[in-house]
């Protein structure tokens, strides 16, 4: 999808004073707080609204998060100034991010799957890059069962991800946890009911 037919369609779905997907955290991102130090620098991928970004922040970390979206960086802004927390946002697309500009101890990618494969091969890497040596990488998303549910993301069984291709893309990070589950999501109209997901949890190995 070119940038401007991605952003307005963000810019659609992000329209409106109700957040789209809530303003509570992402439950897998929430489930690993006992992985955050107060102090830590993260990067918050694809962070639409601000939900994600705004949480870590109010953890105490250094929070630096982006959107294709105007609409919904200005709505993450919002979130971000209500809850006291600061957060730095830029606006800026997945497939343009300077991954190499800056490195963090944590870096969260919580649903990105508009990405085609061959996009999604870039970013993978680039996220893997962003990573600082013994950094965390967080992950969520819809396994090609999510299609058949069909309570969230894309009908494009190519986008959605297996243990094995998560393998093969972090396989140089150490697994912490890789896990395949159905669950119910509550995260907005357009992540609810059971759902196909999938989690990874790793650790970038530290410099030789």
């Known amino acids: 999808m070119k940038f401007e037919d991605a952003q307005a369609h963000w810019n659609a779905r992000f329209a409106g004073d109700d957040y789209h997907f809530g303003t509570a955290p992402n439950v897998f991102l929430a489930s690993q707080e006992k992985l955050l130090r107060p102090g830590m620098s993260a990067l918050c991928v694809a962070d639409g609204e601000g939900r994600n970004s705004v949480w870590l ?17 200005e ?3 919002r979130l971000a100034r ?3 927390v600061a957060v730095e946002y830029s606006l800026a697309d997945i497939r ?27 970013v993978f890497e680039g996220i893997a890059r962003a990573v ?7 992950v969520q998303g819809y396994r090609p069962r999510q299609v058949e ?3 969230g993301g894309p009908p494009i069984p190519e986008n959605l991800y297996t243990e094995a291709l998560l393998r093969e893309a972090f396989g140089h ?12 999501l509550d995260e907005g109209p357009r992540h609810r009911g059971m ?8 650790r970038k190995p530290p410099k030789p």
Not at 57 to 73: C, E, M, N, Q, Y
Not at 196 to 201: E, K, P
């Open 173 to 184: 990070f150490e697994i912490l946890h890789l896990a395949e589950h159905d669950d119910v």
């Open 149 to 151: 549910y069909g309570t």
């Open 132 to 138: 600082v040596p013994c950094g965390l990488l967080l």
């Open 82 to 84: 209500e809850a006291g």
């Open 75 to 77: 709505k993450a802004r």
């Open 96 to 122: 343009e991010w300077n991954w190499d500009a800056e490195q963090y101890d944590l870096v969260a990618v919580i649903f990105i799957q508009f990405l085609s494969p061959a996009e999604r091969a870039k």
């Open 57 to 73: 922040a109010k953890h105490g970390l250094r929070v630096t998060a982006f959107d294709i979206s105007p609409v919904g960086v």
């Open 195 to 202: 759902s196909a997901l999938i989690d990874l949890v790793a």
